[in-house]
C-alpha cells in the first residue's frame, strides 16, 4: 500500500532559522507526493508536488521540498522560517492506481518562535 | 474566489442521533473526498466520487456511514446511529474534472462534530 511516514510530531525553530519537515514515503510505481499545512480551525491547504523531473519542487509562501529516490524521502525546507509558518504539516502520497485520493501522514506541528 | 463550503461548521448532538454533513465541492469540480481527522489516527480517507458515482468507500464503516452525491454541487455524510466514537473533524475535498494522477484537492474548512 501506498504510505508515507512523518517521524516527527513536532518540530521547533527560531524564526530566520532554516526549517525542515521530514517525510519518507514508500509506495510501488511511481511516486505522486504532496505536503499540506493546516492552520488552526482551518482546511488543508495544498503547498506543493512532485511529479517527475526537478527533485528540487518549489512552492507557496517559499516552501520547497526535496525528493530523493535513494533514500525514500520528500523533506520540505524553508530557508528562513517566520512564525506564521508555525501550523500542521502533512505529508501525503497518491492512492492506489486508478482513482487520486491521498493517503496523509500523521503530521508535523510546526512552531516557530520569534 | 472558489472554495469547498461545508456545513455545519460545528455539530455538537447526541448519541443515537442521525447527523448530516454536507458539502458544496469547487464548480466544476468532479470529484469528491472524505475525510476524517482525529487526534489519534490523523486522517483518513472515508470515501470518495467521481461524476457523482462512488469509487471507493471502504474506509467508511457502513453499519453507520452512508455518502450521497444527490447532484453536482451537493455532497452529503450521514452518520446514524451516532456514536461518541464518532467525534471529529470532517473534512471534505474536490478535484477537478481532468485530475491526473498528480493533482492536487482543494479542502473545505471541515464540520467539526462532537457526539456526547
Known amino acids: 500500500a501506498q504510505s508515507v511516514a512523518q517521524p516527527e510530531d513536532q518540530v521547533n525553530v527560531a524564526e530566520g532559522n532554516p526549517l525542515t519537515v521530514k517525510c519518507t514515503y514508500s509506495v510501488s510505481g511511481n511516486p505522486y507526493l504532496f505536503w499540506y499545512v493546516q492552520y488552526p480551525n482551518r482546511g488543508l491547504q495544498f503547498l506543493l508536488k512532485?511529479?517527475?523531473?526537478?527533485?528540487l519542487v518549489k512552492g507557496s509562501y517559499g516552501f520547497e521540498a526535496e525528493f530523493n529516490k535513494s533514500q525514500t524521502s520528500f523533506h520540505l525546507k524553508k530557508p528562513s522560517a517566520l512564525v506564521s509558518d508555525s501550523a500542521l504539516y502533512f505529508c501525503a502520497v497518491r492512492v492506489g492506481d486508478s482513482g487520486y485520493a491521498l493517503n496523509f501522514g500523521k503530521g508535523t506541528s510546526l512552531l516557530v518562535t520569534p | 474566489d472558489a472554495r469547498v463550503t461545508q456545513t455545519p461548521r460545528h455539530k455538537v448532538t447526541e448519541m443515537g442521533q442521525e447527523v448530516t454533513m454536507r458539502c458544496q465541492p469547487i464548480?466544476?469540480?468532479?470529484?469528491v473526498f472524505w475525510y476524517r481527522q482525529t487526534m489519534m489516527q490523523g486522517l483518513e480517507l472515508l470515501a470518495y466520487f467521481r461524476n457523482r458515482a462512488p469509487l471507493d468507500d471502504s474506509g467508511m464503516p457502513k453499519d453507520r456511514f452512508s455518502a450521497e452525491m444527490p447532484d453536482a454541487t451537493l455532497a452529503t455524510l450521514k452518520i446514524q446511529p451516532s456514536e461518541p466514537r464518532d467525534s471529529a473533524v470532517y473534512f471534505c475535498?474536490?478535484?477537478?474534472?481532468?485530475?491526473?494522477?498528480?493533482?492536487?484537492?482543494?479542502f473545505g474548512q471541515g464540520t467539526r462534530l462532537t457526539v456526547v
Open positions: 464548480l466544476g469540480h468532479n470529484t
Open positions: 475535498a474536490s478535484g477537478p474534472l481532468r485530475a491526473v494522477a498528480n493533482t492536487e484537492a482543494f
Open positions: 512532485y511529479i517527475t523531473g526537478d527533485n
